[in-house]
């Protein structure tokens, strides 16, 4: 399969999705937004993978290629490829499809768990992951359920932790992907994010159990693993 991601920064990347991908023989390619790179064409990917990054969906006057990008989301949700949104991303096709996104209650920097939605219409995507698991956060914005999707799980710092489109588009807020050099470099990048909170751990809570990075990746696997496998 030909995945394509969007970066929007250097120091986020598809940090534990890269070596899953070339395990499983996936072909990658890259648009870096920051250093304006150009779009490909559609039919040259069959997933889009939309990376994380410190600023806001709203902010195109000084990002103005996320107009762009917003644009090129849209078709490759309209042309049916698989789509998968990380925090920054998620809130990007939250947006094209119509919701709105703001400013949560509080940050969440740090590990914290998400929940399952147990009620109401259900994604197979997320029926082999645990109803509640740990994993890691790292964003002050949050996104409106867009109309049509499937709200698939919430976390106690923040209502919408993940949707699903129909049956290929996925937002997660949270980030499986994440490594413990993905985290130091959000922490030398992002320090001020860093301010007080009820979900902003300190760096050395952050950083002090590499086994979470290893039950992390794991959670990514299947979850990756069932968009893999989804519309043939």
Wanted: hydrophobic fraction near 40%.
């Amino acid at each position: 399969m030909r995945i394509h991601y969007l970066q929007h920064v250097d120091f986020e990347d598809l940090a534990a999705i890269e070596p899953w991908a070339i395990s499983r023989n996936h072909r990658l390619s890259v648009t870096r937004l920051h250093s304006d790179e150009s779009l490909p064409r559609m039919d040259l990917f069959d997933w889009l993978i939309i990376l994380g990054g410190p600023m806001n969906v709203y902010e195109e006057d000084r990002y103005p290629w996320l107009a762009d990008e917003k644009r090129f989301i849209e078709k490759a949700v309209r042309q049916e490829k698989r789509v998968l949104g990380i925090c920054l991303g998620a809130q990007l096709i939250a947006d094209v499809l119509g919701a709105r996104v703001k400013r949560n209650r509080d940050k969440e920097i740090g590990w914290f768990p998400v929940l399952q939605i147990e009620t109401g219409p259900r994604s197979n995507l997320f029926e082999y992951l645990p109803g509640t698991f740990l994993t890691f956060h790292w964003h002050g914005d949050t996104f409106d359920l867009p109309a049509g999707a499937i709200l698939a799980a919430r976390s106690e710092g923040c209502d919408h932790q993940a949707f699903v489109y129909g049956d290929r588009v996925v937002g997660l807020q949270f980030h499986l992907e994440t490594t413990r050099e993905g985290v130091e470099k959000l922490l030398r990048n992002c320090s001020a994010d860093m301010t007080e909170g009820k979900f902003v751990q300190k760096p050395d809570v952050m950083l002090e159990d590499n086994q979470r990075f290893n039950d992390l990746h794991r959670l990514m696997e299947i979850f990756l693993g069932q968009m893999e496998r989804i519309g043939g």
